[in-house]
């Protein structure tokens, strides 16, 4: 097992009866990074991070966290591990302070109480009873109990979901802000901006096996669409200039659009100078760039749901 693995899977397998959930999946979470495991409903994800968390016993296959087997080493593998699950909750008339000093109780450690209501911004809360919090400081507030033992892993399920935009990017800083100080990150989410921003690894699973997983612009050049350039209300003879480069061009006559496939963007600047030297001109120009979500799509045939249920 590499050193360096804050997670590391050797054909891992769920059954329930006779479907395989999960089927021989082998994978490594470096320390340090953020992972972002990703799957449709029924994929076999939320199974697998069950397994890591040591909430479910495999049926077969290994899996080591922060080089503890999640079959013998359960209690130091809670030490050791953070967890927000999707939509935390708590006893809703316990104040943010008195909640984050709850959990804390149950790891017997004694975090910063003040230092942790800071980082995750609710000083002003600190007398707010649960239940009169919103979404978005719920959320903060779980991340401030993900965080009461000190983790050097942290398992973020969902931390985004149902908040709005605003109350998202604050949890993206927070997130960040872990990365910097060194810990590993499991991020399991159904938004792929989020996704593109924050993670320096993904893992797609897809009906129990792993189909992907690499750096997040790797997967996009591998698996994605190839960039698009639109070139708008400009004229047929667009179509043998650009062609001279040796890419395919599309003119399309309704329009009266061209359409250009590109294997790298850097290709853009060369288009556009042979165009100015055959002097044809365009009113507008569109450079669309190829997604996770077109990755996604490509690999498994279907959306990102919010709900994973095995």
Same mark, same amino acid.
């Given at each position: 097992?590499?050193? $360096? ?56 296959? &290994? *899996?080591?966290? +922060?080089?503890?087997?999640?079959? &013998? ?12 699950? %999707? ?16 959990? *804390?109780? /149950?790891? $017997? ?8 209501? &800071? ?36 398992? +973020? ?23 910097? %100080? ?9 938004? /792929? ?34 960039? +698009? ?69 490509? +690999? ?11």
């Amino acid at each position: 097992m590499n050193d $360096n693995a804050a997670i590391h899977v050797e054909e891992l397998t769920e059954r329930y009866g006779d479907l395989v959930a999960v089927n021989g999946i082998s994978f490594t979470v470096n320390k340090g990074e953020i992972f972002a495991f990703l799957g449709p409903n029924g994929a076999g994800k939320t199974t697998t991070v069950e397994m890591l968390e040591c909430l479910r016993k495999p049926t077969s296959g &290994k *899996a080591y966290v +922060l080089g503890y087997g999640i079959s &013998k080493d359960r209690e130091n593998i809670k030490k050791k591990t953070g967890v927000l699950p %999707q939509d935390f909750a708590t006893y809703e008339r316990l104040t943010v302070k008195e909640t984050i000093q709850y959990f *804390a109780g /149950m790891f $017997n450690s004694h975090p910063d109480v003040d230092g942790l209501m &800071k980082l995750v911004d609710l000083e002003d809360k600190k007398d707010a009873q649960f239940k009169h919090l919103s979404g978005g400081l719920k959320q903060r507030l779980g991340i401030a109990v993900a965080l009461v033992n000190d983790p050097e892993l942290i398992f +973020l399920d969902e931390p985004t979901s149902g908040l709005d935009p605003k109350a998202r990017h604050v949890v993206w800083h927070l997130i960040d802000e872990f990365h910097k %100080q060194g810990k590993t990150v499991f991020l399991t989410t159904h938004y /792929m901006e989020e996704v593109e921003v924050l993670a320096d690894r993904v893992g797609i699973i897809y009906e129990g096996k792993i189909v992907a997983l690499d750096a997040t612009e790797k997967l996009i050049s591998d698996y994605g669409k190839k960039n +698009l350039l639109v070139l708008k209300k400009t004229t047929p003879n667009a179509v043998p200039t650009i062609e001279k480069l040796g890419i395919k061009a599309n003119f399309d006559n309704t329009s009266g659009d061209v359409t250009v496939h590109l294997n790298h963007a850097v290709a853009v600047s060369d288009i556009l100078h042979e165009l100015s030297s055959a002097d044809i001109h365009y009113r507008e120009l569109q450079l669309k760039r190829s997604s996770l979500e077109d990755v996604f799509l490509n +690999l498994t045939g279907e959306s990102l749901g919010e709900d994973d249920k095995i």
